[in-house]
Structures are given as C-alpha cells and as structure tokens.
C-alpha cells in the first residue's frame, strides 16, 4: 500500500482490474451457494476462501494505518479484505447501505493509495444490484 494519491487519471492497472473481476466472479459464486440474509462475516469468510483457492492472496481485517504530520497514527480503520495488495473490498450484509459506507471505502483507497475497490452489498436477490465499484 503506497500513499501517493497521484493516479487519479491513469487507467487502472490490466493485473488490478484482472483481480477485480476474479474477486467478482468469487463473490457471484458465494451469493449464489449461500443466499442472502447471512452475516458479513459468512460472506467475508466465503469470498476470501473462494479467491484462495485461485491462488489470490487474501488479507482479512486488515489495518490500515493513517499518516498525519510525518506521524503513523495506528487507528481502528480496517478494511474487510485486502486482495493481493491491489483491490479493497468492503461487504455488507443490510438492506440498504448508508452514504458513509461508500465515504468510508473511498477513505480507505485514498489512505492506501490503492485504485480500486468494491462495495458488496450481499443481501439482495440478485448480487448485481448489490455491487458498486469505487476508482482512487
């Protein structure tokens, strides 16, 4: 994870968005096993199993560090999966996600410096309603 910040109108990398799409297509293979109305942390245990399995380095709760005046501030911020150092995913499980769910992953990519990242809302029918992807 890097805090550069300065990648705001370069394409995403072909090996992120190659790992986007396989963390994607793990996440469709979980919804349609497990269903909606479980907790997050089924999902979360079940996407990073999936991506495991294909060899994709995964990083669950991972900590992510705030810099503030040349000071590494270690916070309570944590995303739900690092995926091979290059897409952060956060999972939900609720009706509906708050606005803040969306600020607080593009927090996360900015603190990281890292690109990509999804919001995946598993409880909904179909899992494509629930996905929103996020560019840093």
């Not at 900015?110 to 919001?119: A, D, N, Q």
Request: hydrophobic share 40%.
């Amino acid at each position: 994870m890097n805090n550069s910040g300065k990648h705001s109108h370069q394409p995403i990398p072909q090996k992120t968005e190659l790992i986007g799409k396989q963390t994607l297509d793990a996440a469709f293979k979980v919804h349609s096993a497990l269903g909606p109305g479980l907790l997050e942390s089924v999902y979360e245990k079940a996407l990073a199993y999936e991506l495991n399995k294909q060899r994709i380095m995964v990083e669950r709760q991972k900590r992510i560090p705030i810099k503030y005046d040349d000071q590494i501030l270690e916070s309570g911020f944590f995303c739900d999966l690092l995926i091979d150092n290059r897409v952060i995913v956060e999972l939900k499980a609720f009706e509906t996600v708050a606005p803040i769910f969306h600020a607080q992953l593009l927090t996360n990519l900015h603190l990281t410096g890292i690109r990509l990242g999804y919001l995946i809302n598993f409880n909904t029918v179909h899992l494509k309603d629930g996905i929103k992807r996020f560019v840093n």
